[in-house]
């Protein structure tokens, strides 16, 4: 089974799912395909805002979200997480790098840089290329690469593609054509793996046999995380 896993370093969701994924990946055998994606082009696609800008004026609701990833980096023993004090970051450069690297053959290695661990400015290009530098990438020639035409219309064809799967934020996942969006349904994420190999679609990558496959776990029912 493969998922596609739609993600924009920007949000602190999508370095908390990107933590949790390798355990789903040993647990049920299933491919997290990373794509990235760029956030800010989303929204505009999907009419939404982000939570910071949506909420600004709902202070209880910011100090609940707070709370809630408080809860969940605790849950999962993910001590290394840190919020970053630049947020919210312009991600434009760094998902370019991330398609480039992707071309380049290193994109794991380059999500786990990311930006959620040491509180960088992940905007600023000096910080981006010695943030790659440290972990061992060749930063000189992602960021070349980030800035050619085919890179760009990459990044720009994911973004669009993820919109007409429906989603409208990151970290979304796709299992053929079903979506599902947001740190708290990972569970039910593992649970539609599960069905789909017991269902006999072991198989089935992002878009194939989408209209059997989305007709078959429209019958399984998946509980909250």
Same mark, same amino acid.
């Given at each position: 089974?493969?998922?596609?896993?739609?993600?924009?370093?920007?949000?602190?969701?999508?370095?908390?799912?990107?933590?949790?994924?390798?355990?789903?990946?040993?647990?049920?055998? &299933?491919?997290?395909?990373?794509v /990235?994606?760029?956030? @800010?082009g989303?929204?505009?696609?999907?009419?939404?805002?982000?939570?910071?800008?949506?909420? &600004?004026?709902?202070?209880?609701?910011? &100090?609940?979200?707070?709370?809630? #990833? %408080?809860?969940?980096?605790? =849950?999962? @023993?993910?001590?290394?997480?840190?919020?970053?004090?630049h947020?919210?970051v312009?991600?434009?450069? #760094?998902?370019?790098?991330?398609?480039a !690297?992707?071309k380049?053959?290193?994109?794991?290695?380059?999500?786990?840089?990311?930006?959620?661990?040491?509180? =960088?400015?992940?905007?600023?290009?000096? %910080? #981006? %290329?010695?943030t790659l530098?440290?972990?061992?990438?060749?930063?000189?020639a992602?960021?070349?690469?980030?800035?050619? /035409?085919?890179?760009? %219309?990459?990044?720009?064809?994911?973004?669009? =593609? !993820?919109?007409?799967?429906? !989603?409208?934020?990151?970290p979304?996942? $796709?299992?053929?054509?079903? $979506?599902?969006?947001?740190?708290?349904?990972?569970?039910?994420?593992?649970?539609?793996?599960?069905?789909?190999?017991?269902?006999?679609?072991?198989?089935?990558? @992002?878009?194939?046999?989408?209209? $059997?496959?989305?007709?078959? $776990?429209?019958?399984v029912?998946f509980?909250f995380?």
């Amino acid at each position: 089974v493969t998922v596609q896993f739609l993600f924009d370093f920007g949000s602190p969701n999508t370095y908390l799912c990107h933590k949790l994924i390798p355990d789903i990946e040993a647990r049920t055998g &299933a491919r997290f395909e990373y794509v /990235p994606i760029l956030l @800010g082009g989303l929204f505009k696609l999907a009419n939404n805002r982000s939570p910071v800008e949506a909420f &600004a004026g709902i202070p209880n609701k910011q &100090a609940y979200d707070s709370l809630e #990833i %408080t809860r969940f980096v605790a =849950r999962h @023993g993910l001590s290394k997480y840190r919020f970053n004090p630049h947020f919210p970051v312009n991600t434009l450069k #760094i998902m370019r790098g991330a398609c480039a !690297a992707q071309k380049l053959g290193c994109l794991k290695a380059y999500v786990d840089a990311a930006m959620w661990e040491d509180g =960088r400015n992940m905007d600023d290009l000096p %910080t #981006i %290329t010695a943030t790659l530098d440290a972990g061992g990438l060749d930063s000189r020639a992602i960021m070349a690469m980030s800035q050619d /035409p085919e890179v760009k %219309t990459m990044l720009m064809a994911n973004t669009q =593609r !993820a919109h007409d799967h429906g !989603a409208f934020g990151s970290p979304s996942f $796709l299992i053929g054509s079903e $979506l599902w969006f947001g740190k708290d349904r990972l569970g039910e994420v593992e649970e539609a793996i599960d069905a789909v190999v017991d269902l006999g679609f072991g198989g089935v990558e @992002g878009g194939g046999q989408a209209g $059997l496959l989305g007709a078959l $776990l429209s019958e399984v029912r998946f509980p909250f995380v």
